[in-house]
């Protein structure tokens, strides 16, 4: 990296601050480390189980298999003997038996509270020294799980090699595994490689349902999650990994959490050996998110279901603490991300999500978001790189099908300089249908992309729909190839304001940030309005001032000025009406452009310095309006935004003090034609009336020098 590009991304970094992580981190865990990539993902095993856990109530027991097919109620009868006679009558019961690799757990339909595991911890559990999380439970290391593997959950599998745990309903709602808002972990899977989940309901927790936590080997199969204040699985530090038919809902964060996910690809292009995990045929609903990742690396997603969350999908690289970050070599296809407008922002603000769990109505569809999070989005990649994201239908989102933004890696806890810009760059939206359903009806996103400019080789394919910017690089027929080939080290400095305000979000405190309209900011209360009338508020007052002090009499400068009047009024118009993915703003750069630019030409006569800076200002101006709308200028560190907005604070402070100044003199041909006995005006030199204390209609004086 050369010296100005080191230079640039200090910069940037100091920029991108406005990225402030949240107050508080999406997952706290105990450091770990990814696993050796030497397991393989278990395979189901039929035949009679090892092992049963059922419930006593025979009564009950035939009350809910009556409505099974006639050869499944007999096969839950005869193992509702057996488990009378040789079973358990809680999970954690029959987990504890388990004394080698390869048992079957079977587990008789019924509600299982396990309420050996639900006192409080006494004795040595209750006096545990470990840090507290920022939301104030315990991080505990592994060998205080195993001692007290209750303080947190209501069952703990730890260290249960190739176990198979599967429910014998009807449907996965046939047993139901109910932590009742007294557990963090409904089910905790630690170090636990080749386990197997399958058709069970998990519910209810202070956390996560289901945790799988540093396994090489796993398997979700047809279990739902759900009611849970952050999660409802959640997979962390583990590889050889696979959700499939699986369904999450009503989670304070995301359904579908593949956390840290095996780093296995980190340094590869688009073509990858393997994925890590593999997530498919699963519904994610009426969540935060549907699905989320930080360091969500390797993960392979494919025809799913994200749909009525505030998000459908994010990844990230927002939170320190995670194996693998910068998240990489996430590959998204065939999946539907549909109506994903759900807004859960009211629960905090009027004190739902302030109640202690049990009393805010998770399951009459209460939903209390955790983090940040743009309502009416697709899918957000908060600092990803090598994402492939192709043959996906994204439609009916009211705010964008695409959210793209970089995130430094001081958020991180990386402070190297050489690191700071080293995420956002080289993801491929390709092939996917944009605003059309499945049945080819249409359903069109608000916008399709919404990107911070940050970032080099990202790409999206030729026919998206209203962006932002309007001029995106367009990606080959061939991975890696891109159009364009724009290199930013900081994104729009006017997002990157809106990402700052939206940041400031924090669910305990009840802090909802005023000036984003994710939260339900309108109109002047939002952050982009405020600064867009600001910069038309001091650009209109300082010009206005300097034109009639000094360019009235210039028809040219009269002209620009109006043009430039009518820029500034669309900005404004075009912020508080969310026109950004329209050409109103490049239009009004245009606009603005050619004021400056005009201005500049005029005032080179009396000022050249102030006259040329001016022009440079319009050339900028038309520039940035180029960049916007036509296509992402090349090779350049930072966006012609960052330059413009410098200089223009410079030619605020040189314009009024032009303006200020009084007795000046004038150069030939400074007077309008207005004025009797003068030469025609032809604009260009043209400043304000004459000095003080001549006659008006006399001829301007001349002298040897004058007018440069």
């Not at 499944?72 to 003997?81: E, W």
């Not at 509600?111 to 505990?140: M, W």
């Not at 498919?280 to 994200?306: L, P, Q, W």
Request: proline share 6%.
């Amino acid at each position: 990296m050369s010296w100005t590009r080191r230079l640039l991304a200090v910069l940037a970094a100091l920029a991108a601050t406005l990225l402030a992580a949240p107050a508080v981190q999406a997952h706290e865990e105990r450091p770990v480390t990814l696993p050796d990539g030497t397991g393989s993902v278990p395979v189901y095993r039929t035949g009679e189980p090892d092992l049963l856990v059922c419930k006593s109530d025979r009564a009950d027991f035939e009350r809910r298999v009556s409505g099974f097919p006639d050869g499944l109620r007999a096969r839950n009868l005869k193992l509702f003997d057996r488990c009378q006679k040789s079973g358990y009558r809680h999970l954690q019961q029959a987990v504890d038996a388990v004394g080698g690799p390869g048992v079957n757990i079977a587990i008789l339909p019924g509600l299982y509270e396990e309420e050996p595991s639900l006192p409080e911890p006494a004795g040595e559990c209750a006096r545990l020294k470990a840090p507290d999380s920022r939301l104030g439970y315990q991080i505990l290391s592994y060998a205080q799980l195993a001692r007290c593997p209750h303080n947190q959950n209501l069952v703990a599998i730890l260290g249960k090699k190739d176990l198979q745990i599967e429910g014998t309903g009807a449907e996965r709602t046939d047993v139901v595994i109910d932590a009742k808002y007294q557990k963090l972990n409904a089910i905790r899977a630690d170090g636990s490689d080749g386990i197997y989940f399958k058709n069970f309901t998990a519910q209810r927790t202070t956390f996560n349902s289901l945790y799988v936590l540093a396994q090489d080997g796993f398997v979700i199969d047809d279990v739902l999650t759900r009611w849970n204040d952050e999660y409802g699985f959640l997979t962390f530090a583990s590889d050889h990994g696979l959700y499939k038919n699986c369904e999450s809902y009503g989670n304070g964060d995301s359904g579908i959490y593949p956390g840290s996910a095996s780093d296995i690809n980190d340094g590869y292009g688009y073509e990858v050996p393997r994925y890590s995990i593999e997530i498919t045929g699963c519904r994610s609903h009426h969540n935060m998110v549907g699905y989320s990742g930080t360091a969500g690396d390797s993960v392979h997603v494919h025809d799913n279901e994200f749909d009525h969350n505030m998000g459908g999908a994010s990844m990230d690289s927002a939170f320190p603490g995670h194996p693998g970050l910068p998240q990489n070599h996430a590959r998204f296809e065939r999946n539907l991300i549909h109506d994903n407008n759900a807004d859960y922002y009211p629960y905090v603000a009027d004190g739902t999500c302030a109640k202690p769990p049990v009393d805010r109505g998770y399951e009459e569809g209460v939903v209390c978001p955790q983090i940040s999070m743009p309502p009416g989005t697709g899918i957000i990649t908060a600092g990803g790189n090598w994402n492939l994201y192709e043959n996906n239908w994204i439609y009916g989102q009211q705010r964008a099908a695409f959210f793209l933004s970089a995130v430094p890696a001081f958020i991180r806890g990386e402070n190297a300089l050489s690191r700071q810009t080293d995420t956002s760059h080289h993801n491929r939206y390709a092939g996917n249908h944009l605003g059309t359903d499945r049945a080819g009806n249409s359903r069109p996103n608000r916008t399709d992309v919404w990107w911070d400019g940050q970032g080099d080789g990202n790409c999206w394919q030729s026919d998206t729909g209203p962006s932002s910017p309007g001029a995106l690089p367009t990606c080959g027929s061939e991975r890696g190839a891109v159009s364009g080939h724009p290199d930013r080290l900081a994104g729009e400095p006017v997002k990157l304001a809106k990402l700052l305000v939206c940041a400031d979000y924090n669910v305990q405190a009840r802090r909802l940030p005023a000036g984003c309209d994710w939260y339900g900011a309108r109109g002047i209360e939002r952050i982009e309005v405020q600064i867009a009338l600001g910069a038309a508020l001091v650009l209109a007052l300082v010009g206005g001032v300097l034109w009639w002090r000094r360019l009235r009499h210039s028809r040219l400068a009269t002209a620009v000025a109006v043009l430039g009047a009518v820029g500034l009024g669309l900005d404004v118009a075009g912020s508080t009406m969310g026109l950004d993915a329209t050409h109103v703003p490049a239009l009004a750069l245009l606009l603005t452009g050619v004021w400056w630019t005009g201005t500049g030409l005029v005032l080179r006569g009396a000022r050249p310095w102030l006259g040329w800076t001016t022009v440079v200002l319009g050339a900028l101006t038309l520039l940035d309006a180029v960049d916007k709308a036509v296509f992402m200028i090349p090779w350049i560190p930072l966006g012609p935004a960052w330059v413009r907005g410098l200089l223009g604070m410079i030619w605020v402070v040189w314009a009024v003090v032009a303006a200020a100044r009084h007795g000046e003199r004038e150069t030939p041909g400074d007077r309008g034609a207005s004025q009797e006995g003068a030469a025609p005006d032809t604009g260009v030199g043209a400043v304000a009336g004459p000095a003080p204390g001549r006659d008006p209609a006399a001829p301007a004086p001349t002298r040897e020098g004058d007018g440069s």
